[in-house]
């Protein structure tokens, strides 16, 4: 098994991990600024907020850190050892 | 009601043809007994199609007309999507050789079936109990204590909404005197809750899974072996909800029901180790979804609703197919134990990664095209914290489903573990999800074509640039935020450990309380007959006192002492007369 440890596969590789960080930071920005160009704009928005351009580019990222910065504190309430039931019953 | 009228009207039923087929099916060896079954499958869609839109199997019940089989569109929209379903199912786990699951593998999906065409409420009580009792086998398939306990607690749950179904059916019936399925609505004409409707719409909502009443998914799903699960996975939660949008399409208390069911399981699969149970948790947040559409009840948000349960059996179902064959080939779904597959299992991490960009909604997948709709409905009915919590739920699916099934099984840490791709049969089932998801995505008109409201998606088009640019905003920079997360090392790492959720009252406290009642009751019935026993025995002691052979009436009286007491008799009669 060993030897086989040492392949990286294609994923692990530094040049591929850099080349799909840099399409996805370069397709993040597209996205963001497309947004700011009036033919990919909503003509009625619902909300005062969607007028900002970049709304949904900004609320995605905050919500994602939201959920994973905080809701991973909710180990602290519900997390019990792997047999926790087992023991019970 | 004579019996051809009745085996005429069970002749015709998609749902009894595929409830043949598990029964005979059963009786075939292995190999060719999923075979077989796929052909009734194949009947049975031919049958729904021959039939067309319309009602059939009318019957009578104790004077009372019953229609077992109701072809409208929402019911075929839902027919369809499960017939797809079960046949993907069979062919997924086409070795198998457990003849049992193998019955339940149909005969389940063939309850549902039945449920979602019945066009009366007793029909559809009778294939909701068929439904909870012919699962559950799936549960218990792999044996053990904890897996029997846990399908005694699925059962136990699902029978309870059942009951509850029954006791409402007969509430509308004395209200309406009708057992026809439609609109039944929480609230009467002055807007007073009725009871009726709270009743079905709880029955409704255990199936369903509504918050804190969800735990029962999470409980008993994982329980079932790699294929179990992803059949179980698509057919009691989405026959409630086609039950809901048929009964309370426009109930605005379903909003909120919605919300919370989209957010909270978001944080409970972000801490979750085992896959299959990020995938429960899935299962709540998507039905979430359509609830809310269900309750906003535009015809669009209904399209919505009902257009996004059929995409989602199809993804969801995907992933589990994806989470299960790493199951089959290395024999857990701990996030911790997993990892690096993709070297050894390229088209299983190719399919499930299309599953996960359709769950995420991304454009060009299947989730996008109908998942608009839901969100336009919060924003065309200007609720804006509603729809802020939809983009957030949004985000959260992309966190748990889109990101960390496919990269915690696939990619992540090298786990070291390389198994032989997935089975022939396993990547078949998993190609057709995978190109319907991308074909549905693609190509949504077939879809659009099958909703019950088809004015109201004619001028929906979900490739509007704006629509377009606003989920590739939100998409793309949660994925970037998660990258951020992974590079300064902030992502937390999967931990092996048991969460506890709303199932903690009833296995621990609710256990305890139960063994304590069980004792108190026995000790109570104790003291009672013993208490009982005592005096029961003084009693027969004091009479065998005084009759036993020994007692005092047992004894022989001398001939003098009855002569002395006629004497007596004799003479208190003389002086009776003498007086009188």
């Given at each position: 098994m060993s030897d086989q440890h040492s392949n990286d596969g294609w994923a692990d590789k530094k040049g591929f991990r850099n080349a799909f960080l840099a399409i996805l930071v370069l397709a993040a920005l597209a996205a963001a600024i497309a947004g700011f160009i009036p033919s990919f704009r909503k003509e009625h928005p619902h909300f005062e907020i969607e007028k900002f351009g970049a709304f949904f580019a900004l609320y995605g990222f905050a919500a994602f850190m939201f959920i994973v910065l905080v809701g991973q504190h909710l180990r602290r309430l519900v997390a019990r050892k792997e047999t926790y039931y087992e023991e019970r019953e | 009601m004579d019996a051809n009228s009745l085996l005429s009207a069970l002749a015709i039923n998609p749902a009894i043809i595929l409830m043949i087929g598990a029964a005979l099916g059963v009786f075939l060896p292995n190999g060719l007994r999923r075979l077989f079954m796929l052909v009734f499958v194949g009947v049975s869609a031919f049958e729904l199609n021959r039939l067309g839109l319309g009602n059939y199997g009318h019957l009578e019940i104790f004077g009372n007309p019953v229609t077992m089989l109701r072809i409208d569109p929402l019911a075929r929209l839902f027919a369809i999507v499960f017939h797809i379903a079960a046949a993907l199912n069979l062919v997924y786990n086409f070795r198998s050789k457990d003849r049992l699951q193998d019955f339940a593998t149909l005969a389940y999906p063939a309850s549902a079936l039945g449920g979602v065409l019945a066009g009366d409420l007793v029909t559809l009580f009778v294939w909701w109990e068929i439904a909870a009792i012919t699962s559950v086998f799936l549960v218990w398939a792999p044996g053990g204590r904890s897996t029997y306990l846990a399908g005694m607690r699925y059962l136990t749950i699902q029978i309870l909404s059942g009951v509850l179904l029954l006791a409402g059916v007969v509430m509308v019936f004395r209200e309406t005197g009708s057992l026809a399925f439609g609109e039944i609505g929480l609230r009467d004409a002055d807007g007073a809750i009725k009871f009726s409707g709270l009743v079905i719409l709880l029955a409704f909502g255990i199936k369903s899974a509504f918050p804190l009443l969800h735990n029962w998914v999470q409980d008993s799903y994982p329980k079932a072996d790699f294929a179990g699960t992803i059949v179980l996975s698509v057919f009691t939660t989405k026959l409630a909800v086609a039950s809901i949008a048929r009964a309370f399409p426009g109930t605005p208390e379903l909003v909120p029901i919605g919300i919370v069911m989209t957010i909270f399981p978001i944080f409970f699969a972000l801490i979750e180790n085992d896959l299959k149970k990020v995938l429960c948790y899935s299962i709540n947040n998507q039905v979430g979804f359509m609830i809310v559409g269900i309750g906003f009840g535009t015809a669009a948000s209904m399209n919505g609703a009902v257009g996004y349960a059929f995409t989602n059996i199809i993804f969801e179902s995907l992933l589990f197919m994806g989470v299960g064959a790493a199951i089959y080939r290395t024999g857990t779904s701990k996030a911790t134990e997993l990892g690096g597959l993709y070297r050894t299992m390229p088209f299983t991490m190719v399919f499930t990664t299309i599953g996960a960009l359709s769950i995420s909604a991304f454009p060009g997948f299947a989730g996008f095209v109908t998942k608009g709709l839901i969100v336009d409905a919060a924003g065309g009915a200007h609720a804006f914290w509603i729809w802020l919590a939809l983009l957030f739920a949004s985000a959260g699916v992309l966190e748990h489903a889109g990101i960390k099934i496919p990269y915690f099984t696939f990619f992540a840490h090298d786990s070291g573990k390389r198994p032989k791709e997935a089975p022939p049969e396993m990547l078949l089932a998993m190609g057709i999800s995978a190109f319907l998801c991308i074909a549905i995505g693609v190509y949504p008109e077939p879809l659009f074509a099958l909703l019950p409201y088809p004015a109201a998606i004619a001028d929906y088009h979900p490739y509007e640039a704006a629509h377009v640019v606003e989920q590739l905003q939100l998409?793309?920079?949660?994925?970037?935020?998660?990258?951020?997360?992974?590079i300064i090392k902030w992502y937390p790492a999967e931990i092996a450990s048991t969460n506890l959720d709303t199932d903690w009252f009833y296995r621990v406290p609710g256990r305890n309380l139960a063994t304590w009642i069980a004792g108190a009751t026995r000790g109570v019935w104790n003291y009672a007959w013993?208490?009982?026993?005592?005096?029961?025995?003084?009693?027969?002691?004091?009479?065998?006192?005084?009759?036993?052979?020994?007692?005092?009436?047992?004894?022989?009286?001398?001939t003098g002492f009855m002569a002395l007491a006629v004497a007596i008799i004799l003479g208190l009669v003389l002086i009776v007369v003498f007086t009188a």
């Open positions: - | 998409l793309l920079w949660a994925v970037l935020a998660f990258a951020v997360l992974i013993s208490i009982v026993d005592q005096r029961f025995t003084a009693a027969m002691d004091r009479i065998y006192a005084v009759h036993g052979p020994e007692g005092a009436m047992a004894r022989s009286w001398p």
